[in-house]
């Protein structure tokens, strides 16, 4: 295994424009939640979430059973992470303890989790970070040694906002992937999990007039954005051609981004940060 | 209030976003100037006359200047 089996690789990408400081939210441009499904099943990967996630009861936030509900509420999480200040935060975290108490194993559990367990968040966070870097310089071009770092340490929050500790996140980018080629070596998947994230590459929670003509979309971008070691283990196949057409598709997005305003590309996470706080002012449930 | 206008003023946009940004509000822009010329919005003056390159000019310069032509259209019925 090398570091080419763990992250994307990328031939050909935008040209990097400016070497001004970055942060994570940067990258919260509305293309980006083109990698959503891939950093799910990035997540998921890890047995502890994966089981976590396919036998939790608590059915309101059941990716399968109120799709658009969870994805509200995803998208939000990483809008009050990266942007939100720190009552947010805080309101946010509240509200995600509140499920997360039901979500730990059972005896019958085929592998022993909690939701609250500092290194499956840790891992989880840790995905949402990769998947960020890598939508951000899709669109953006490569960023400069220190404006990764600028980045990386401003993306801490999506795992602090839970339970992550910040002595938990290795403290350079380099350490970084140390710890993300550490904690690909936990990856495992079986056919429970593994059938659960296809029914979600399937869209089969979704109405299938709307979920049908963007299945052979999703599946090309989800699978695009997952690493070998990621295909692999969901049993999906990539070639140089779809890995060519992947960068020539995020070329031309890239480039029609850049002209796009702040508030047409981002628009959206500030839309979704305003629900969170006006459902905190009515004190309606967050999640 | 004045901080919101103030944030505002203080806005910065690139070059390539205010393009994009001019790009956007002219679709509509120009589909309401063609779709005026179209239905010969004018009914006052035959604005599109002439032949040939003075009828395509006068033709892009109504779908252009509907605003205009929309007020005068209106002051002189």
């Known amino acids: 295994m090398t570091a080419t089996d763990f992250r994307i690789t990328i031939h050909r990408r935008t040209a990097r424009w400016d070497t001004e400081p970055v942060t994570a939210a940067d990258a919260l441009d509305f293309w980006s939640f083109a990698a959503g499904a891939a950093n799910v099943i990035m997540q998921l990967s890890r047995p502890g979430v994966g089981y976590g996630v396919v036998e939790s009861k608590v059915d309101s936030g059941n990716l399968l059973k109120h799709p658009w509900k969870r994805a509200r509420t995803t998208f939000q999480y990483i809008a009050v992470a990266v942007l939100g200040t720190s009552e947010d935060r805080a309101a946010f975290r509240e509200a995600v303890n509140t499920a997360h108490r039901h979500v730990k194993s059972g005896p019958d ?3 022993r989790y909690n939701a609250f367990d500092r290194d499956l968040q840790m891992w989880v966070a840790a995905c949402l970070f990769v998947g960020l870097e ?3 310089q899709l669109l953006r071009g490569q960023m400069t040694a220190e ?8 993306a801490w929050t999506l795992g602090t906002t839970l339970q992550v500790g910040e002595d938990q996140w290795p403290p350079t980018r380099a350490e970084f992937d140390e710890y993300w080629a550490q904690a690909c070596g936990r990856i495992a998947m079986d056919d429970r999990v593994r059938d659960y994230l296809l029914d979600l590459l399937n869209l089969r929670m979704i109405n299938p007039v709307l979920g049908l003509p963007f299945r052979p979309l ?3 971008l989800t699978v695009g954005f997952l690493a070998p070691v990621f295909r ?3 049993g999906v196949q990539w ?13 031309l997005v890239a480039f029609a981004n850049r002209f796009l305003p702040v508030f047409i590309r981002q ?3 500030y839309v979704l940060l305003a629900d969170v706080r006006r459902r905190v002012r009515r004190q309606r449930a967050l999640v | 209030m004045l901080t919101s206008v103030r944030k505002l003023l203080a806005f910065e946009m690139t070059i390539a976003e205010w393009i994009g940004t001019a790009a956007i509000l002219a679709v509509p822009y120009v589909i309401v100037g063609m779709v005026w010329t179209a239905v010969g919005g004018d009914p006052v003056g035959d604005h599109i006359g002439g032949q ?3 009828r395509i000019l006068s033709i892009l310069g109504s779908i252009v200047s509907w605003p205009v032509l929309l007020v005068s259209t209106v002051c002189m019925t």
């Open chain 1, 239 to 251: 070639s140089d051609f779809r890995q060519s057409l992947f960068e020539r598709l995020f070329q």
């Open chain 1, 267 to 269: 628009g959206g996470s």
């Open chain 2, 52 to 54: 040939g390159q003075s």
């Open chain 1, 232 to 234: 692999d283990a969901m």
């Open chain 1, 109 to 111: 559990s085929p592998v």
């Open chain 1, 147 to 154: 404006q990764s770092e600028q980045f990386y340490r401003s």
């Open chain 1, 218 to 220: 999703l599946k090309f």
């Open chain 1, 134 to 136: 890598d939508t951000y």
